[in-house]
């Protein structure tokens, strides 16, 4: 079964990038390349550092109901280990990184996932509200390309929503207990000495799935989730400049959102899957020659990597843990404690 898997990673990389190089001269992406003022990608790579620390702040603040005051150096950490491991077969980083931080600061692991959960799906919602604003502002593009994405975006927002209305009516106490009463008759097929656990551990993660926080906190939550997607932008859109690519802040994000929801595919450090969509929204939406759209791409996926390498490895370093060990607590993802 995992060789079927990594086959068809393969199989799936290879046909992406078969699409990004197509019709490329690499002698053209090279030149294009080298003729790019060194200060682009380095406010670029500054840029890739600032959002790590905004999305451990924000990490922060959806732990706070679990687990007050976690220095935001500790976030930071953990948060850099994440990607890291993101890059690597499996994509594991983000189960880890939930696993981690819950053992070094003593709360609950279902909870640690839990986070996780809710952070991304925070990260969908606000990723969908920018992109369908920006598409309003956005003026003199009729690309078939952005109506149908359009479309779809209209189509899952609802969608999110109606998760975070359901993991908050989950909770409320009369439905809770149903809820877990469901949980204990199915957990019957589970053998006795791990049954308990895979109930506590499944029952602590439904409660984490809501958030609860006052006023003041769901305010900087919302601007928190705000900062990781918009603050971000404007380094894209820099490093587009030293390209001589020729679009406003506006078209900027929207690419970005293109660029975001592409990589969701699960390939290892995001190989072709990036690649291919943002090769797709610069030359099909905004008409980009694909020399220029691939050595652009390339330059900003690299810097990508470079900086989680980096980040990882530090982080990594600092809490006295390896490469070897992290792969072996991703696995507990399917731990029960």
Do not use: C
Not at 27 to 39: A, E, N, R
Not at 181 to 205: A, H, K, Q
Not at 304 to 332: D, H, N, Q, R
């Amino acid at each position: 079964m995992k060789i079927i898997k990594f086959v068809s990673i393969l199989l799936l990389i290879a046909l992406l990038l078969f699409f990004f190089f197509k019709n490329v001269n690499i002698g053209d992406v090279m030149k294009i390349t080298s003729q790019v003022p060194v200060w682009y990608p380095l406010a670029f790579i500054a840029g890739l550092f600032l959002q790590f620390f905004l999305r451990s702040y924000r990490w922060g603040i959806i732990l706070k109901p679990h687990k007050e005051n976690i220095p935001i150096t500790t976030l930071y950490k953990y948060t850099a280990i994440g990607f890291f491991l993101n890059i690597l077969p499996g994509r594991v980083g983000e189960a880890a990184r939930g696993i981690l931080l819950a053992r070094s600061q003593n709360f609950k692991k279902s909870l640690g996932l839990a986070s996780v959960v809710l952070e991304r799906l925070i990260d969908s919602l606000t990723l969908l509200v920018v992109f369908l604003l920006s598409l309003a502002m956005m003026k003199g593009n009729a690309s078939p390309v952005l109506a149908r994405m359009k479309q779809v975006a209209l189509y899952l927002l609802p969608f999110i929503v109606l998760l975070f209305v359901l993991f908050y009516f989950m909770n409320s106490s009369r439905v809770f207990e149903y809820v877990a009463r469901v949980i204990r008759f199915f957990s019957r097929v589970i053998p006795v000495r791990y049954r308990e656990g895979v109930v506590e551990f499944t029952l602590n993660f439904l409660k984490g799935l809501k958030l609860e926080l006052d006023v003041v906190d769901y305010v900087k939550l919302i601007v928190a989730s705000l900062a990781v997607w918009l603050v971000v932008v404007p380094f894209y859109w820099i490093l587009m400049k030293g390209f001589g690519i020729p679009l406003g802040l506006v078209e900027a994000t929207i690419y970005f959102g293109i660029v975001a929801a592409s990589a969701a595919i699960p390939t290892p450090g995001m190989a072709g899957s990036l690649d291919a969509g943002s090769k797709l929204a610069l030359t099909q939406i905004f008409n980009v020659p694909a020399a220029t759209a691939v050595a652009y791409t390339l330059l900003f996926h690299f810097s990508l990597i470079l900086v989680t390498v980096v980040a990882g490895l530090w982080a990594v370093s600092l809490e006295g843990l390896s490469v070897k060990s992290l792969k072996k607590i991703s696995e507990e993802k399917n731990e029960m404690s």
